[in-house]
Nanobody, 121 residues
Framework: QVPLVESGGGLAQAGGSLNLSCSTS????????MGWFRQAPGKERLFVAA?????GIYYGDSVKGRFTISRDKNTVILQMNSLKPEDTAVYYC?????????????????WGQGTQVTVSS
C-alpha cells in the first residue's frame, strides 16, 4: 500500500491553474513535514514546497509567488497558479519526520506514486 495518495494534476495552458491534493492512505507514517517534489523527464527530482505541522512553509525559488501550499492535518494541497510550460513534470507528495533541510528529498521517508502535470504553451 502506497503511504501517500495524490490527486489532481492533468493538463493546463500556460497562465492557467491546477490544484494537487495529497493524503495519507491509512498507514501510520511520520507527517511532521509534508511537501511536494517534481521530476521532469531525464532530470532529477526537485523540491517544490513543504509545510511543517507547526505551520512553517517553504517554497522552491522557481515557484515562489505562483504556488501556494496548505495543510489540514494529514492532507496537503498545492495550488498552482500562473503555470508555465517548464512546470511540466510528475509531481510527488512526500512526508517525513521533523528535520531542518526540508529541500533534501533524501530525508523524506514516505512518497506517493506521483501525478502528471502538463502545461502547454
Amino acid at each position: 500500500q502506497v503511504p501517500l495518495v495524490e490527486s489532481g494534476g492533468g493538463l493546463a495552458q500556460a497562465g492557467g491553474s491546477l490544484n494537487l491534493s495529497c493524503s495519507t492512505s491509512g498507514r501510520t507514517i511520520s507527517t511532521s513535514i509534508m511537501g511536494w517534489f517534481r521530476q521532469a523527464p531525464g532530470k532529477e527530482r526537485l523540491f517544490v514546497a513543504a509545510v511543517r505541522n507547526n505551520g512553517g512553509i517553504y517554497y522552491g525559488d522557481s515557484v515562489k509567488g505562483r504556488f501556494t501550499i496548505s495543510r489540514d492535518k494529514n492532507t496537503v494541497i498545492l495550488q498552482m497558479n500562473s503555470l508555465k510550460p517548464e512546470d511540466t513534470a510528475v509531481y510527488y507528495c512526500a512526508a517525513g519526520p521533523s528535520f531542518l533541510q526540508v529541500r533534501d528529498r533524501r530525508l523524506y521517508n514516505s512518497w506517493g506514486q506521483g501525478t502528471q502535470v502538463t502545461v502547454s504553451s
